[in-house]
Structures are given as structure tokens and as C-alpha cells.
């Protein structure tokens, strides 16, 4: 087991009506001037903006609005969201929604904390030193922005998409109620279920020594979020299976699931953002329809791995040999996939990417990891072709 740091400063509020106690976390953290910032609409749909704005107002807390965030979030919206909170004072951020409008209301506090251009960050330049205080009322189950370091966030120009990752951006708290997601389009609890077991199995399919106690939990929550994600596709409110996915949410991107590992793989995730910059699709999605390519390019390398992935999470029979019972796993998590309704590939994804899209994000992915990474494999730019050629 290698060395490692485990920091989850954020403090978790989970359960029906947990809502109702932001007001009160706010105070707790010191808030008195808050941006309220949010996505595309459904938190007004549902009615909790409303919700939110009416328990603030009565705990006589002041607040700004700033709505839009997208899927796969926009820098200029930082921009208009850090000008706003320092024209208006503001000394509180409250994200309402997912990893988006999370990721969006972190760069804005990077920021507003931080002298220059906030996509310094993001263009690996240099670092923040500070972050504005942020609370998160969660609404889908995926990312785990609520509890992570991480913030994803795509430039418009050139429509590079990337992350930046710093303990300054942890969520002061997190408010969970399960309830909440019940609202979601199907397709978006599925993705949500897929990023979740991926940022749990990128750590997982690693080179990176022995680390029992960790392959145990993560083990454990690939197979509770599998069972889970299927009762949701047959009855998307069930409040239990809505709970266990959105704590399996959190607990897969806190960095629980990695502890004692070499850092992890992270080279599907790393795909899949060249997939969202381009071409705009849902980041659970994206992964669903990167991950067999990549894994049946790299498994040989990664074997015991593998191995231990098929027999301990997709209930292969330990029969065969390795590679046989490797390539199994493989194929039964992408069976699993379509049992919950994901692509698993890109023309199911609904990409028709040419040949110059898949060299172009290929090289971009190259440039944003440095020229190489990956610990099942170490992947350069010829890999990273390769495997969207074969995700087509
Ligand atoms: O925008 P609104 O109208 O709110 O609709 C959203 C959006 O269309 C909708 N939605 C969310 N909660 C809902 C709801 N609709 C009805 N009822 C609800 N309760 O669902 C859609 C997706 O929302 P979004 O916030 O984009 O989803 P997600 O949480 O999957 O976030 C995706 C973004 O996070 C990044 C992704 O790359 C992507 O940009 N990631 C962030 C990470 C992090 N910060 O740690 C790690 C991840 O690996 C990921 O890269
Ligand atoms: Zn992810």
C-alpha cells in the first residue's frame, strides 16, 4: 500500500427534506452574501429554487441568482459569474444542481479569490491560493463534485474541455436528499450511475500495489451501484436505490476508493473529455462508450486486475484463463451498460466522428495529460487514437 492523503472536509447532510437546513449551513460557514448559481432550469421547474430563495429570505440572508450553467459548463459564464459576485459582494457561493452548475460556481470562486485569467487553472499554469467558501444541494448522483477537489470546465474557444483540481474548491457542506433526483430523465440517472462506478474503477485498474481494505469497498460499491442503477431503470422512485446511488456518488470521487493506490488509471475520463468538448454529449455517456475500447486495448497489461475485476464485481466464474476470464468481465459490464440503457460505443453515443475529429482529439488529449498517462497502461497519443478508432 502506497502513501496517501485523505482530506473530505465537506460536511454531509443527507435525507428527505435536508434542504430545508441550508439557511442555517450557510450561517454555520459564515455566508452573508450568497450566489445562488444553478443550471439550465429544472431546479426552477421542480420548484426548489423557490424553496431555497424563500428559506433564505426568511433567515435574512442576502442572495444574488446566476442560472445557465450547461452540461459540460462554459468559461464565459465563469466570467459573467465572477464579475457578478464582485460587483455585488458576494461571500458565499450555493451551487443548486449537478456537476455542472458545482464545477461552474467552483471556477467562479477561483476567481473571484485569485488575481488574472481563472483558466490559468485549467491550462495548468499555475495554482489557486484561495476559493470562495461554496455549499452544494445535490440533485443528481454522478460527478461527486460535492465532495471532490475537481472542477471541469470547457473554454468555448477551441473548445478545449478541462480539469483543475485543488483542496480550496472542497464544498463546505453537501446537501443530499435523495428525493431530489427523482426528477431526472432517465438517460441522465443512468450516466450518473456509469460516472460513478468509473471514478471508482479508474482507481481501481491500476499497476499500483496491494490495497485490500480499498479493493473491498470499491468492490462493494461497483456492485451496490449496479444493482441499483437497475432497480432505478425499472422504478426511478425508489427512494432507498436513489440514496444508495447518490452516497455511492460521493463516496467513489471523495478519494475513499483510492487510498493506498498509485493515483489511479484516469484515461477513460481523460477520452471522454476530448468526447464532451467536441461534441457536447453527457459525460456519464461519453464514458459508457469509451470504456470497452479502452479496456480491451489495455486489460493484457493490467491483467490481475482485470481478473480480479470479472470474478469479484461481474460474478465471472473463475474458469479459464486469465485473459479469458478477463475478457469476460469486460463484456459483462458492457452488457450491464445496455441493460441500463448506455452506448457502448460512439455511433450508439450518437458521434460520427471522421478520421481528422478522432487525430484531432487524440492530440488534444496528448497535449492536456502531458503527452502520456495511464497506470493500467501507459497511453501516448498513437494509443489514444487507436482506441477512439476502435470505440467507432
Ligand atoms: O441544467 P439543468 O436544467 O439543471 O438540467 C440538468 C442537465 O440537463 C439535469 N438535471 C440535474 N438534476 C436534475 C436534472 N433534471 C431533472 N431533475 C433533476 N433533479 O441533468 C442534466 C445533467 O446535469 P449536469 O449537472 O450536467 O450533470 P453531471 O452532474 O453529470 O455533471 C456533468 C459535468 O461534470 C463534469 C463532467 O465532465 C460534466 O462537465 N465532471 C465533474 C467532476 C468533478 N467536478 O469532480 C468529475 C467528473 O468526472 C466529471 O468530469
Ligand atoms: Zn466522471
Known amino acids: 500500500m502506497f502513501n496517501f492523503n485523505y482530506y473530505t472536509p465537506t460536511k454531509v447532510i443527507f435525507g428527505r427534506k435536508t434542504e430545508e437546513k441550508v439557511a442555517d449551513l ?3 460557514f459564515g455566508g452573508t452574501k450568497v450566489l445562488i448559481h444553478y443550471g439550465g432550469g429544472s431546479v426552477v421547474r421542480s420548484g426548489l429554487l423557490q424553496r431555497v430563495t424563500d428559506t433564505l429570505d426568511k ?9 445557465g450553467a450547461v452540461p459540460n459548463p462554459h468559461l464565459s459564464l465563469v466570467y459573467e459569474g465572477i464579475e457578478l459576485c464582485r460587483k455585488e459582494g458576494v461571500d458565499f457561493l450555493l451551487a443548486v444542481g449537478g456537476g455542472s452548475a458545482i464545477d461552474s460556481a467552483k471556477a467562479i470562486g477561483y476567481g473571484v479569490t485569485n488575481e488574472g485569467d481563472v483558466w490559468d487553472f485549467y491550462d495548468y499554469k499555475r ?3 484561495a476559493c470562495l467558501p461554496l455549499g452544494v444541494i445535490l440533485t443528481i448522483a454522478a460527478t461527486g463534485s460535492e465532495m471532490s477537489d475537481s472542477s471541469v470546465i470547457t473554454k468555448e474557444d477551441g473548445l478545449v474541455k478541462r480539469g483543475y483540481s485543488s483542496d480550496f474548491g472542497r464544498a463546505k457542506f453537501a446537501i443530499m436528499n435523495p428525493e431530489l433526483t427523482m426528477t431526472l430523465p432517465d438517460y441522465q440517472t443512468a450516466c450518473g450511475c456509469t460516472d460513478i462506478m468509473m471514478h ?3 482507481r481501481y485498474f491500476t499497476n499500483g500495489g496491494n490495497m485490500e481494505i480499498t479493493d473491498s469497498m470499491a468492490e462493494g460499491l461497483l456492485r451496490t451501484v449496479m444493482t441499483n442503477a437497475e432497480i432505478l431503470v425499472k422504478n426511478p422512485k425508489d427512494y432507498d436505490a436513489r440514496a444508495e446511488v447518490m452516497w455511492a456518488g460521493s463516496l467513489s470521487h471523495n478519494g475513499l476508493t483510492g487510498c493506498g493506490n498509485d493515483g489511479g488509471d484516469w484515461m477513460t475520463h481523460k477520452l471522454e473529455h476530448e468526447l464532451g468538448g467536441l461534441y457536447d454529449v453527457a459525460h456519464g455517456a461519453g464514458l459508457a462508450a469509451i470504456w470497452g475500447s479502452w479496456a480491451r486495448y489495455v486489460y493484457k497489461d493490467c491483467l490481475p486486475r482485470f481478473r480480479r475485476f470479472a470474478i469479484n464485481v461481474m460474478g465471472v466464474e473463475p474458469a479459464g484463463s486469465d485473459e479469458e476470464i478477463a475478457l469476460k468481465g469486460i463484456e459483462a459490464l458492457e452488457a450491464f451498460f445496455r441493460r441500463i440503457n448506455m452506448p457502448i460505443n460512439l455511433r450508439e453515443l450518437g458521434v460520427n466522428a471522421t478520421d481528422e475529429d478522432l487525430a484531432l482529439m487524440a492530440h488534444k488529449c496528448a497535449v492536456g495529460v502531458n503527452g502520456a498517462k495511464g497506470s493500467a497502461k501507459l497511453l501516448r497519443e498513437a494509443d489514444m ?3 477512439f478508432k476502435a470505440s467507432r
Open 26 to 28: 450557510i450561517k454555520e
Open 59 to 67: 433567515a435574512g440572508i442576502a442572495y444574488v441568482t446566476l442560472g
Open 127 to 129: 495554482q489557486a491560493k
Open 200 to 202: 471508482t474503477m479508474e
Open 385 to 387: 487514437l487507436a482506441i
